[in-house]
């Protein structure tokens, strides 16, 4: 079955770490830019970061600049978001998505997306 599957998702307080893993199963993650989407709630769906398939390349919301590393394993066919000094505020559902490329433009659509995994922050 094709599909991403979430994990690493929890409770922690305020300044505390959590690292999500998307792990692909049926298809070649490497193929594919890896993006991190997350949603509070309420609230639109925010972009969080990316890696390229091609040369790795990464981008992050300001909002997460600093505090949050994404990487990728290809020979695990699994890309990560480590998230650092987390704060209230980044608590929503934390959703990865395997796309043709970071940048965003007209049209543009997901091939597939994870279940989601909550993330909460708070003492």
């Known amino acids: 079955q094709v599909q991403l599957v979430e994990s690493g998702g929890g409770l922690v307080q305020p300044g505390g770490s959590l690292r999500l893993s998307c792990t692909a199963s049926a298809f070649t993650l490497g193929y594919y830019a890896i993006g991190w989407f997350r949603q509070a709630p309420g609230k639109e769906r925010e972009d969080v970061s990316c890696i390229s398939s091609s040369d790795g390349s990464t981008y992050y919301a300001d909002s997460v600049k600093g505090r949050f590393t994404i990487s990728r394993d290809n020979a695990k066919n699994t890309a990560y978001l480590q998230m650092n000094s987390l704060k209230p505020e980044d608590t929503a559902v934390y959703y990865c998505?395997?796309?043709?490329?970071?940048?965003?433009?007209?049209?543009?659509?997901?091939?597939?997306w994870g279940q989601g995994a909550q993330v909460t922050v708070s003492s």
């Open positions: 998505a395997a796309q043709d490329e970071c940048r965003d433009y007209p049209g543009k659509t997901y091939d597939y």
